[in-house]
């Protein structure tokens, strides 16, 4: 009996003792327990993420740092190449959460809990060429016009509407004492009549012939001129016109067509890809500015802080940021759903958007671009 009895305290002893040392990790379940390192995912987007000499800092950075110190978490950063990547260490729990440039969309929603916004973002334009407007070199673009064939064509026009009513003045108006043209000899007589009637054609005449048929075919010729001018200005605007717009973008309507830079699974991706324009994907930001850089892309289509502040550091000079952000989006810390840290890194952002430190970040990484 003394046995049994024993035995029995012995099996409840090991029962009691197992279940304790079960119970033990149950609050480390929970990663709001401070007595674990977090994983965090993160991908490097300038100025969101930036890795400097191996280490990681930027906006995104900063404010997990912000977070972290706030909830006492210690944190090891995990880089993944894309975004879908970043999103999958969060599905399969090989990261605890993922922050960088993660937009939160519909999509996502449904498959993650995500963070209040930590920036606002938006999809943009960004181009080769400098602040200044159009093209990229106006003198350029005159040149190009000025060597065209469309202006051979117009001076062989002009030429031809100078050479004949210059004979047919000088041959009326060379008799005449009082006339425009001196002398009755063809030279130098026809360079006078030239010179009128180039300067009528140009609707600048300041002689007036003397001969009452001359005066007649004067007046015939100066609405000539003024035909001409108008047809030739019209013409002049519009193959400069059609120069300075083709090719050029300037609003998301202009991208049907073109060849569009921007990152790997990215929402910009997806829109461009709607849009019916030839996509470029890299896995980073940095080579769809050079595919830019190199004219391999016509333009990078991405998230506006990221586009601004390349545009006013590294890019200044070489790209610009065209048309307004076209796509609302929100950036958010992505967790696996049901993860109870959400709430109090929530907590935490908001304190911080409180007490002045989100504002400083966001100046520090930001202002100016
Ligand atoms: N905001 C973009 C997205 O979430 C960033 C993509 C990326 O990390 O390349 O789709």
Known sequence: MRAVFRAALAALLIVVAGSLATAEPAPQADPAAASRTLR????????????????????SIELWNGIAERLKLATTLVTMPDVKSLLEAVRTGESDLAISAISITADREREFDFSLPMLDAGLQILVRGSDGGGTANPLEGILRLLLSPTLLVW?????VLVIVPA??????ERGHPEGIIPGKAYIPGIFHAIWWATSTLATQAEQMPRHWLARILA???????VIFVAYYTAQLTASLTVQEIRGAISGP????????????GSTAAAFVRKEKAQVIEFAQISDAYAALAAGTADAVVFDAPVLQHYAAHDGKGKVRVVGPVFRKEDYGIAFKPGNQLRREINAALLTMKEDGSYQALHDKWFKGD
């Open 219 to 225: 007046v015939l010729w100066m609405f000539v001129g």
């Open 167 to 172: 004979h047919v003045i000088w041959f009326i």
């Open 253 to 264: 309507a202009d991208l049907p067509g073109k060849k569009v830079a921007t990152t790997r």
């Open 40 to 59: 965090v995912a993160t991908r490097v987007i300038p100025p969101l993420v930036i890795e400097d000499n191996g280490k990681l800092t930027g906006f």
């Open 155 to 159: 001076l062989a026009i002009a030429a």
